[in-house]
């Protein structure tokens, strides 16, 4: 028997074309995409330039000559060679949902950066699913960046069949279809990160203070604030001064909201004390919740302020605010213990303040996955204990890129993380192995063998595991190619 290649319909597994003569001209596999390439020859039968095209983003499988699925993956490019003519079409620069990122040139006020809404093509996301691209512009204004986005999913929504002269072509068959493909992992390349903020903060220029807790009428301040995204807060920094010399602190908590006021108890909070501040001046304090707090993405939470102690017209707390209300999404009340309710406070101000949240590992992992490994089934993940860190705020990311850096943070004990998509599509994370599990060995014609002292015919599965050659450091096998028709191996190319 001979190696076999079959490519599928994705979405219900149906043939699309499983011809005998069609061969694996070189395979790689690596520790984080598990298939990584794939470079095929194809017969140039049947199927024209325009069927391939179809057919490309498909699920492709290599088997083995004794049947076994040796590796699996998508359909990223056609190419076929006439002397030094050749014809290609590929799915690489396709792009059917284009946004622009662009710094505006008319509306000084606005933000560094804006972003235009997303185009879409829904025919082409209907033939090979969601495929973003995302431009950068230096200066632009929006109906300028709106229309450059508009010009590029014009010209890139469907693959393009291309006809160029290609000098290093002259020598290939001119009867066979060259295939390139990807492993499934590579799919999360696809999709844009939309980027989660870790912060929520009003740090604009100071512009007037809120006195705490030297009279009735301000016995409590709260600042409400809304919750973007499902964080685990753990730090807070708030501008603010002493008067005098209090001897209590102040205390700094999260709250609930409660039809548009503080709820009353706290779900974590931080004392001040103050010798840590300054009398003449306004600084910056920080301090880390303990234990940290989960909130709820889209819900509204409020930053209460008290006193541990009792009123005090000589001695007491300024937290700095802003009158200039910069601050869309919330509003500063103030408890009035004459009355033993919430007012707004006049002039309205904000709270100056910046709330720090992290997201578990991988719990982001997760996120990254539903979001943008639209052919991908889940993930399942057996890596130790994880760790809390800053969600990934950049927003010009691909997916793919947003899930390489969580795995490189490793886990909790500093063991790295392999990952890989099973034949089913189900994304796996592992811890890899260490150094002392080395079994594997090299024999005499360099041929891998495996610790019952036998020849792996099987090469691939070797990826992920440590060699130990004779009277040499364990070297770990983090990649692998194979070139089927010599049997040619390239450990870690």
């Given amino acids: 028997m001979s190696w076999a290649v079959e490519l599928l319909d994705r979405e219900n597994g149906r043939f699309l074309n499983s011809s005998e003569r069609c061969q694996p001209l070189k395979l790689s596999w690596d520790d984080f995409f598990g298939p990584k390439e794939a470079l095929i020859s194809c017969p140039a039968e049947s199927l024209s330039m325009e069927d391939w095209k179809l057919r490309l983003g498909q699920d492709l499988r290599v088997y083995d000559p004794q049947g076994r699925l040796a590796w699996w993956g998508y359909l990223e490019a056609v190419s076929q060679d006439f002397g030094k003519l050749a014809y290609s079409v590929d799915i690489r620069e396709m792009a059917n949902r284009v946004a622009v990122r662009y710094r505006d040139s008319v509306d000084a006020e606005a933000p560094e950066f804006t972003q235009t809404a997303w185009f879409e093509d829904l025919e082409s996301q209907a033939i090979y699913g969601q495929k973003e691209a995302l431009f950068i512009l230096n200066q632009a204004s929006q109906n300028s960046a709106e229309r450059f986005a508009q010009m590029r999913l014009a010209e890139k929504a469907f693959p393009q069949i291309r006809f160029n002269e290609e000098s290093r072509a002259s020598n290939r068959d001119g009867g066979i279809y060259r295939l390139t493909c990807k492993g499934w992992m590579n799919s999360l390349s696809w999709r844009i990160w939309p980027g989660v903020n870790g912060r929520i903060e009003n740090t604009v220029m100071q512009s007037g203070f809120q006195p705490l807790g030297n009279t009735g009428n301000n016995l409590r301040l709260a600042q409400s604030f809304l919750v973007r995204d499902s964080l685990k807060f753990n730090r807070i920094s708030v501008r603010l001064r002493k008067v005098g010399e209090p001897s209590d602190k102040l205390r700094l908590s999260l709250q609930e909201d409660s039809a548009g006021k503080p709820f009353g108890l706290a779900l974590t909070s931080v004392l001040i004390s103050p010798e840590e501040l300054q009398s003449g001046s306004y600084s910056w304090q920080s301090l880390n919740f303990a234990p940290p707090v989960e909130l709820t993405g889209?819900?509204?939470?409020?930053?209460?302020?008290?006193?541990?102690?009792?009123?005090?017209?000589?001695?007491?707390?300024?937290?700095?605010?802003?009158?200039?209300?910069?601050f869309e999404e919330g509003n500063l009340l103030l408890f009035d213990q004459s009355t033993a309710s919430w007012k707004a406070r006049l002039p309205e101000a904000d709270l100056l303040f910046k709330l720090t949240g992290v997201r578990n590992q991988l719990a982001q992992m997760r996120d990254v996955v539903e979001f943008g490994g639209q052919f991908l089934r889940g993930i399942e993940a057996q890596i130790g204990e994880t760790l809390d860190l800053p969600p990934v705020s950049e927003e010009d990311w691909d997916c793919l890129r947003v899930f390489r850096l969580l795995m490189n943070y490793g886990n909790v004990d500093y063991s790295p993380l392999c990952s890989g998509s099973d034949p089913n599509r189900r994304l796996q994370v592992w811890q890899r192995k260490s150094a002392s599990t080395a079994v594997l060995r090299l024999d005499e014609k360099t041929r891998l063998i495996n610790q019952a002292g036998q020849a792996m015919d099987a090469p691939w599965q070797a990826v992920g595991e440590w060699l130990a050659p004779d009277a040499a450091r364990p070297l770990y096998l983090r990649g692998l190619s194979l070139e089927p028709a010599t049997g040619k191996i390239i450990f870690n190319p």
Avoid: I
């Avoid at 006193?307 to 910069?326: C, F, I, K, M, W």
């Fill in 298 to 326: 889209g819900m509204p939470y409020w930053l209460a302020a008290e006193r541990s102690g009792a009123l005090n017209a000589n001695n007491y707390y300024q937290l700095a605010v802003d009158e200039n209300l910069n």
